[in-house]
């Protein structure tokens, strides 16, 4: 496998696993983002701060990886994506994103981290079709097109 850092990704998972079960002991809520985000308006007392500063912190998050990360791994690289996307497709792809998780009723990171932890009869058939549509996806893209 290409790229496969296994340390990483476990500290990873771990911090993952971390923050969602102290979002859920502090605050009683699941962290997924598209309802951590779609919940924010409409404006309700006392509902509001904990899910700005929560998602303020995913690319505080990302950010402190990209400069941190390298130093403290070695396996890590201080490299950034290229997008070979015009912004018009990449305001379509996330539209799609945004209809897929109202239309699944939460996000990949909602269904895989939280609703599967839970035992969740809709995570477990939400996550098995994400990943039934990401198999096929790199199946055709890899050997079809």
Do not use: Q
């Amino acid at each position: 496998m290409e790229n496969f850092t296994p340390l990483t990704a476990t500290i990873g998972g771990l911090l993952i696993g971390l923050a969602t079960t102290l979002l859920w002991l502090f605050n009683g809520r699941t962290a997924g983002i598209s309802s951590i985000a779609g919940e924010i308006y409409p404006f309700r007392n006392g509902a509001i701060l904990w899910r700005v500063l929560f998602l303020l912190g995913l690319p505080v998050g990302a950010l402190a990886g990209y400069f941190v990360g390298p130093i403290l791994f070695s396996e890590l690289t201080r490299t950034t994506p290229t997008i070979d996307l015009s912004p018009l497709w990449l305001i379509i792809a996330g539209l799609l994103v945004g209809v897929g998780t109202h239309l699944g009723n939460g996000c990949t990171s909602g269904h895989g981290i939280c609703g599967l932890s839970r035992l969740s009869p809709r995570s477990f058939v939400a996550v098995g079709t994400f990943m039934a549509a990401a198999i096929a996806t790199v199946f055709i893209v890899r050997h079809v097109v």
